[in-house]
């Protein structure tokens, strides 16, 4: 067993324990439950990236002078924090897209579907009043020549 099959299986084992739901492997939770594990790895790995560049870059100022150093490496340190925040929210934002898009398809095929079976529903609740009707006219029918025979 792969460490994600694992790791489905423990988030489908914890949803049901606390709130007694039972999911499969492709219930649309579980996509979001992927999506949303897509995202944190993609954001841990450009958190990672930014970091390793941080890292490379401290190295290279450390050679300098120490005042030279901390105010370097001051403009550094926010200018990865603002990169990193920007960076998470793109990263949010193309997955909460693809996510609310998800959304929209599968809430249209319901509706789609719904309105199908109602259009059925309403034909087969029609030829039973006409087959009704039929079949009463039959019974008045057979009994006035019972009665008149």
Known sequence: MSALDKKM???????????????TKNDPVMVLHTL????????????????DNFRNQMEVISDKGA???????DRILNSSIVSSKAEVARIMEE????????????????????????????QAAILNIIASIITSLSAVVVLYIFINF
């Not at 005042?67 to 490496?73: G, R, V």
């Open 9 to 23: 299986d423990d988030a489908i084992q914890e949803i049901a324990s606390i709130h007694g739901i039972a999911l």
């Open 36 to 51: 949303n594990e897509r995202l944190i790895n993609d954001s841990k790995d450009a958190q990672n990236k930014l970091l």
């Open 67 to 73: 005042t030279e150093a901390k105010n370097h490496s």
């Open 95 to 122: 997955q909460s897209s693809v996510i609310i898009e998800q959304w929209k398809n599968e809430l249209s095929t319901g509706f789609s579907q719904v309105h199908e079976t109602m259009q059925s529903s309403r």
